[in-house]
């Protein structure tokens, strides 16, 4: 069946370093990806989503990178944080369906 | 704007006990869904809605019950809890337009 894993369970980094969290996804046909941030006992957040017809996209101190020939994409934090330790997850979607797979997440840590 | 709210936050419940988890959102999207989230496994989708007085199942649908009543409320019903059901419940909505879904903050459920 279709999945979305992320590589790594957890990752940590020292503040004010970039932060690299990637994501595989299985289905060829998934054209539309979101990123969620989730912090504990929250729900989870949206941060920043791309469309297959892009292979990057920036946010606010954020950026997606999309690889369809792979099925690959990550999120990039600028200049982490203490504030961006969560857990972050991808998920894909196909455009018009209801259905979304979600990956497991990669716990993010935050070194002062 | 409260965006996607859930009550209760959290509850205790023993095996063959019923219970009603409401979802309410006041952003006028017309889907809504219901997922669980268990340890080291991604967001699971137990059932959805694409509109007021529609639902549909999801992945993981045995054992709970849905309603749209209301466009803005969407219910999730355990009739007889099981211990499998103890997990933390997730409410989220979005546009017909846009596939990005905006979550809950989620209610723990404890089934002894």
């Known amino acids: 069946g279709e999945s979305v894993g992320l590589h790594l369970p957890t990752l940590s980094v020292q503040e004010g370093d970039n932060s690299i969290i990637n994501c595989a996804y299985s289905?060829?046909?998934?054209?539309?990806f979101i990123w969620y941030k989730q912090e504990s006992g929250k729900g989870p957040q949206f941060i920043i989503d791309?469309?297959?017809?892009?292979d990057k996209r920036q946010g606010q101190r954020v950026t997606v990178l999309l690889n369809k020939t792979v099925k690959h994409l990550s999120l990039q934090i600028a200049a982490t944080q203490p504030g961006d330790s969560a857990v972050y997850f991808c998920a894909a979607s196909v455009s018009g369906t209801y259905k979304y797979i979600f990956g497991t997440g990669t716990r993010l840590k935050v070194l002062a | 704007n409260a965006g996607v709210t859930q009550t209760p936050k959290f509850r205790v419940l023993k095996t063959g006990q019923s219970m009603t988890l409401l979802c309410a959102q006041d952003?006028?999207?017309?889907?809504m869904y219901w997922y669980r989230q268990d340890p080291g496994m991604g967001l699971r989708l137990i059932h959805y809605s694409v509109g007021e007085g529609t639902t549909a199942k999801g992945e993981v649908p045995d054992g709970y019950n849905v309603s749209r009543l209301k466009k803005q409320n969407f219910l999730l019903g355990l009739e007889s809890a099981a211990p499998s059901q103890t997990s933390v419940y997730f409410c989220?909505?979005?546009?017909?337009?846009?596939?990005?879904?905006?979550f809950g903050p989620g209610t723990r459920l404890l089934v002894l």
């Open positions: 989220a909505s979005r546009t017909g337009g846009r596939e990005t879904q905006y």
């Open positions: 952003m006028n999207h017309e889907y």
């Open positions: 289905n060829s046909a998934s054209d539309y």
């Open positions: 791309i469309r297959s017809n892009m």
